[in-house]
């Protein structure tokens, strides 16, 4: 390893990508962010522009993956990761996450390069094991809306396993549930943007279903500590990483509402097809392993994400 660490973060403009690099930046790598900016965004790394130690490729990892020097890690974020993006993007999304994931595992490998895949809680499917150990095998309709995102991230872990086997690669995998905090996408239709952008509009928050369903939110902070943990630890088999503490859709309403300490109107809306009806990851292996579990409320957390769309809507 060279003495200050390269690290190529593909989906590095995304929401998560783009908080891995500030901390990987704070932590002393040398960032490459690469991203075709279809659903990430120039303003999350604007404030990381001109730094000597950051470089920003403006790139579809689908089409092409090289870099000139040595590279210490790759972490591959890239991918529409939000369902109403996956279905305005399907073939997209399945070339992210099987021909961007051979690009970069292929990249990882010529450089030697530990490589971290932002696998998700969505190759579980629509679960009928709750919570959802690593050990459950999912269950997923492959011909559904939601099968172009399921399906490439299952296929993205075939693949990195693949090549731990086949070329010895050092390759992590991180299952990662549902994340939310500043820099979502305010229209990314996500339930916590969505939820959030209505409420301070004064609009009613557009509840999918009855709202009996369940998620479980982990705030960004929390996951990029885990995703940091499994980089550097010895995993290779691959590890859940969100928040325990399972909501329905009408209890995170009630959140929101304590949080503003006002009453929200709320109108329904039919729940989308294959919507999965519970969430909850199973975290005791990364409990166990690396010592970690997410120190953030719902209630925190919601506060810093209203602060930072506030923020938006005044800027
Ligand atoms: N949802 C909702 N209202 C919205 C957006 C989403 O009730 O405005 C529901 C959605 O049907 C799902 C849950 O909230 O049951 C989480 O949806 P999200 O799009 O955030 O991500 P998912 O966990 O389904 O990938």
Same mark, same amino acid.
């Given at each position: 390893m060279t003495a200050k660490p390269r690290t190529l973060v593909t989906g590095g403009a995304g929401f998560l990508g783009s908080h891995l690099c500030d901390r990987l930046l704070a932590e002393g790598h040398e960032v490459v962010c690469a991203d075709?900016?279809?659903?990430?965004?120039a303003d999350n790394i604007a404030h990381l522009l001109?730094? !000597? #130690?950051f470089r920003f490729l403006h790139q579809d990892v689908t089409e092409y993956l090289y870099l000139e020097g040595p590279l210490d890690y790759l972490l591959h974020f890239a991918s529409p990761a939000s369902p109403v993006d996956y279905l305005r993007l399907p073939i997209q999304t399945l070339k992210v996450g099987s021909i961007g994931t051979h690009k970069a595992l292929g990249l990882a490998k010529a450089k030697g390069a530990r490589f971290l895949l932002a696998s998700?809680?969505?190759?579980?499917? #629509? !679960? $009928?094991?709750? /919570? $959802? %150990?690593?050990?459950y095998w999912g269950h997923v309709n %492959?011909? +559904? /809306?939601r099968g172009v995102y399921d399906e490439a991230k299952r296929f993205a872990e075939a693949l990195s396993m693949a090549y731990h086997r086949a070329h010895g690669v050092a390759t992590r995998i991180v299952r990662i549930f549902n994340t939310y905090g %500043? *820099?979502? *996408? !305010?229209? #990314? +239709? *996500?339930v916590v943007s969505n939820f959030c952008i209505q409420a301070l509009a004064g609009t009613p928050l557009t509840v999918y279903g009855d709202g009996s369903q369940t998620r479980s939110f982990c705030y960004v902070a929390d996951t990029v500590e885990g995703i940091l943990r499994v980089l550097l630890s010895d995993e290779v088999d691959p590890v859940n990483i969100g928040n325990p503490t399972e909501f329905t859709i009408a209890g995170l309403v009630a959140t929101l509402e304590k949080v503003l300490g006002r009453a929200l109107p709320v109108t329904y809306a039919p729940l989308p097809q &294959? &919507? %999965? *009806?519970v969430r909850q990851p199973d975290i005791a292996r990364a409990q166990t392993l690396l010592g970690w579990r997410p120190q953030v409320d719902l209630e925190t957390g919601l506060r810093e994400t209203l602060a930072y769309f506030q923020g938006r809507a005044a800027g």
């Amino acid at each position: 390893m060279t003495a200050k660490p390269r690290t190529l973060v593909t989906g590095g403009a995304g929401f998560l990508g783009s908080h891995l690099c500030d901390r990987l930046l704070a932590e002393g790598h040398e960032v490459v962010c690469a991203d075709n900016l279809i659903t990430g965004s120039a303003d999350n790394i604007a404030h990381l522009l001109g730094r !000597p #130690d950051f470089r920003f490729l403006h790139q579809d990892v689908t089409e092409y993956l090289y870099l000139e020097g040595p590279l210490d890690y790759l972490l591959h974020f890239a991918s529409p990761a939000s369902p109403v993006d996956y279905l305005r993007l399907p073939i997209q999304t399945l070339k992210v996450g099987s021909i961007g994931t051979h690009k970069a595992l292929g990249l990882a490998k010529a450089k030697g390069a530990r490589f971290l895949l932002a696998s998700t809680s969505e190759v579980y499917g #629509d !679960p $009928q094991v709750h /919570p $959802q %150990p690593e050990a459950y095998w999912g269950h997923v309709n %492959p011909v +559904g /809306p939601r099968g172009v995102y399921d399906e490439a991230k299952r296929f993205a872990e075939a693949l990195s396993m693949a090549y731990h086997r086949a070329h010895g690669v050092a390759t992590r995998i991180v299952r990662i549930f549902n994340t939310y905090g %500043p *820099r979502m *996408r !305010p229209h #990314d +239709g *996500r339930v916590v943007s969505n939820f959030c952008i209505q409420a301070l509009a004064g609009t009613p928050l557009t509840v999918y279903g009855d709202g009996s369903q369940t998620r479980s939110f982990c705030y960004v902070a929390d996951t990029v500590e885990g995703i940091l943990r499994v980089l550097l630890s010895d995993e290779v088999d691959p590890v859940n990483i969100g928040n325990p503490t399972e909501f329905t859709i009408a209890g995170l309403v009630a959140t929101l509402e304590k949080v503003l300490g006002r009453a929200l109107p709320v109108t329904y809306a039919p729940l989308p097809q &294959d &919507d %999965p *009806r519970v969430r909850q990851p199973d975290i005791a292996r990364a409990q166990t392993l690396l010592g970690w579990r997410p120190q953030v409320d719902l209630e925190t957390g919601l506060r810093e994400t209203l602060a930072y769309f506030q923020g938006r809507a005044a800027g």
